[in-house]
């Protein structure tokens, strides 16, 4: 069993955002004790402020802990709660890269305890960062998908 999410999710999840958004609301209150208040400069932190928060909230909505591969099925797990996927229950792939982050999205047919979609971030190599066509683990994970689903078509 290998482990396809990557190992900072964590990072990316809890610790990122915190850090984030603390810097900026740090430097909003920085600006806002100041007298004469610095009005331009209050305002781009706010803007700031409410862009960041609402790119994290919107980015790692439901991303899961981490996701290993075991074959023909996926074992997935989100704050100490456990669930399998099977391959041949995935019904969609769809891959979201902003620079060198991938989120991955499973659209699943029969949903599981974190409902009909499973969302990580795919676990990052010097390949995976290549501007051009989808990481080597996707384009992977995609073809397993579609063998299973051409083998329980076949079968009776």
Not at 72 to 97: C, F, H, I, M, Y
Not at 128 to 133: A, I, T
Request: some cysteine; overall charge positive; proline content about 6%.
């Amino acid at each position: 069993m290998r482990r396809i999410s990557s190992s900072i999710s964590h990072h990316f999840k809890r610790t990122l955002p915190v850090l984030t958004v603390g810097a900026f609301s740090a430097g909003l209150v920085a600006m806002l004790s100041q007298r004469p208040i610095p009005v331009e400069a209050a305002v781009v932190f706010a803007i700031a402020l409410v862009a960041s928060a609402s790119y994290y909230c919107w980015f790692m909505r439901g991303v899961l802990d981490e996701v290993f591969d075991d074959g023909d099925r996926l074992l997935v797990r989100n704050r100490g709660v456990e669930d399998t996927v099977l391959l041949r229950d995935v019904v969609g792939v769809k891959a979201q890269r902003i620079r060198t982050l991938v989120r991955l999205t499973l659209a699943l047919a029969v949903p599981g305890k974190f409902g009909d979609k499973i969302v990580f971030l795919v676990r990052d190599t010097f390949l995976d960062v290549l501007p051009y066509g989808p990481p080597p683990l996707i384009k992977d994970l995609e073809n397993r998908i579609a063998a299973h689903k051409q083998n329980s078509t076949r079968d009776p």
